[in-house]
């Protein structure tokens, strides 16, 4: 089981920006990684669809052997998790409650902000976890369904998002907020423009590294992580091929992914 590999989902290349994170921090995993490009986004669609997008998704990677599923994606794992968990035998992570753990390492945070696709902040996921954790917290909750489609076209430097993530940001920063949670696969490549646009004490949180360094904990714990000696391999298969998808995947990743293959679901 050790030597098989991690399944890593999510809706489109977006989850690049975990296998990145799990690459640097556990270089010794082969990933396989599926991102279902031909459906994404999952962000707007309803939890009944998103949920079962994902059961798909979590069956190609059960029918490649994978030793555990990593939910990169932030709406599907608001929406889908608990019902992946009880459907599948096997480890299965999210990137919530990862993200909530490293939020809350922090005994001072009080005012959390979240910011995340509409499915994410409507499912109440992040909400409901930061609650349960600890009480008396102050959570604002916005949804920022424009940056996930800013980051594919590159605009990262571009006037127009910083001026959309100002409209985002603004109501948050009056709140007070000490802590911002990078809900989203995509959220990591705006940190540069979030550090310009908030407050210096304000706390990031990103899901990509947070999840990582849980899937290591996870992996010790379970003692299922790949001997030291193994050179982890990536494999990437995408629903829907593209040349686009090809430049994207090597901005997420920072790096060429390899041949990209297509993925068939439902058949499995
Ligand atoms: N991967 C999604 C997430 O992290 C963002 C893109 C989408 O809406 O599919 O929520």
Known sequence: MKSGPLGIFDSGVGGLTVVRAVQDLLPAEDI???????????????????????????????????????VACNTA??????????????????????GVDAALANPQAQRIGIIATRGTIRSHAYQHALALRRTGLLIHAQAAPLLAPLVEEDWIDHPATELILKAYLDPLIEKGIDTLMLACTHYPLLISVLRKLLPEDVFLVDSATTCAEHLQRELTRLDLLAPDSHEGKLEVHLTDLSEEFEVLA???????????????????
């Open 32 to 70: 396989l990684y599926l991102g279902d490009t031909a459906r994404m986004p999952y962000g707007s669609k309803s939890p009944e669809t998103i949920r079962q997008f994902a059961d798909e998704d979590a069956r190609f990677l059960l029918a490649h052997g994978v030793k555990g599923i990593v």
């Open 77 to 98: 794992t608001a929406h889908a998790l608990p019902s992946l968990r009880e459907k599948f035998q096997l480890p299965i992570l999210g990137v919530i409650e990862a």
């Open 250 to 268: 090597r901005r997420f990743l920072r790096k060429a992914p390899g041949r990209i293959q297509r993925a068939v679901l439902g058949g499995a």
